[in-house]
């Protein structure tokens, strides 16, 4: 049967590439019969990366059947993953992020949980020599997701080995880094076609701090304003996205990567407690500006409180 290799839901570039990545090396180098899926549409940055590099963007999926082999990369959260992933056969598990439990396996399992900026460098540090073998456009998703990932070397996430692993797939495809990480950006930044509450799930995370559950949606992008500009309809649909979400609050930071920063779209009471007592500062308006904050897993997710 063949091994499902998908990422969470609301993809992003490294759980759009990723899966792809993996599923080559399966297919190619293990000889094992493997597919990339995706939990749902991925973003702007993840479309221009399958049209650049011509990759066929892989079957979007919204359950698992009981028994089916999966590989599960770029997070280990069954919140973010599907409701009946428990009931699948689980052979592997490839990630970044912190380990949150509540997985469970049918029998031992492959797991390796790095503390990289990306999933993508895991996996090329994983093939060993066989990452050579790499055709042009894997090398060029897994240079996509480590740039994406790593902000192109700005997020605190970024290690010297994320840096050298991408220094060396830019040098095998023989392109610039600066100037193939501003047209990425540029297409991240087009978020024009996108409803609010598309945008609000567009890249966002579940997480709950006590009894409070939020969605945490990041926005990362070189034109900060032109999503700004939209903050009053943004907020409006808020409650309808946590509502059907299930959720209590959307906390929503559009990230501003040439000037590092993110500003926090502060709607009520609530967010606002939630930016004194995160980040100790008082939001006067219903924006709060936070220098240097890039990164969600490493500067937002671990220090929420309320």
């Keep these: 049967m063949t091994i499902s290799v998908f990422g969470h839901k609301s993809p992003d570039t490294d759980s759009t590439g990723s899966p792809i990545i993996w599923a080559w090396y399966l297919g190619e180098v293990k000889g094992v019969p493997a597919a990339p899926k995706l939990l749902g549409e991925p973003n702007t940055e993840a479309l221009f990366m399958l049209d650049h590099w011509g990759l066929e963007k892989p079957e979007i999926i919204s359950g698992i059947a009981a028994g089916q082999p999966c590989v599960i990369v770029d997070t280990n959260n069954p919140a973010e993953l599907p409701e009946a992933i428990n009931g699948a056969d ?31 460098t895991i996996m090329v540090d994983l093939m060993g020599t066989d990452a050579s073998r790499m055709p042009e456009a894997i090398k060029g998703a897994a240079l996509t997701c480590i740039l994406s990932d790593t902000l192109a070397f700005r997020s605190p996430t970024t290690t010297g080995h994320d840096r050298e692993v991408a220094e060396t797939l830019a040098a095998d495809l023989g392109i610039s880094i600066a100037d193939y990480a501003a047209k990425m ?122």
């Design 90 to 120: 689980i052979r592997a598990i490839i990630d970044h992020h912190k380990l949150v439990g509540g997985l469970e396996t049918s029998g031992p399992i492959e797991i390796t949980i790095r503390p990289l900026a990306c999933t993508a």
């Design 185 to 306: 950006f540029a297409a991240k930044s087009d978020v024009s076609a996108f409803t609010d509450a598309e945008l609000l799930r567009m890249d966002s995370k579940e997480y709950t701090v006590g009894a409070t559950k939020f969605r945490v949606s990041v926005l990362e992008t070189t034109a900060p304003a032109t999503i700004l500009e939209r903050k009053d309809s943004l907020m409006s649909a808020m409650p309808t996205v946590a509502s059907e979400d299930g959720v209590d609050q959307v906390l929503l930071f559009v990230v501003d990567i040439l000037n590092e920063e993110a500003t926090l779209l502060v709607p009520n009471d609530l967010v606002r407690t939630v930016a004194h007592k995160s980040f100790g500062v008082q939001a006067d308006g219903d924006t709060l500006v936070l220098p240097g904050v890039m990164s969600r897993k490493k500067q937002i997710i671990p220090i929420l409180a309320v």
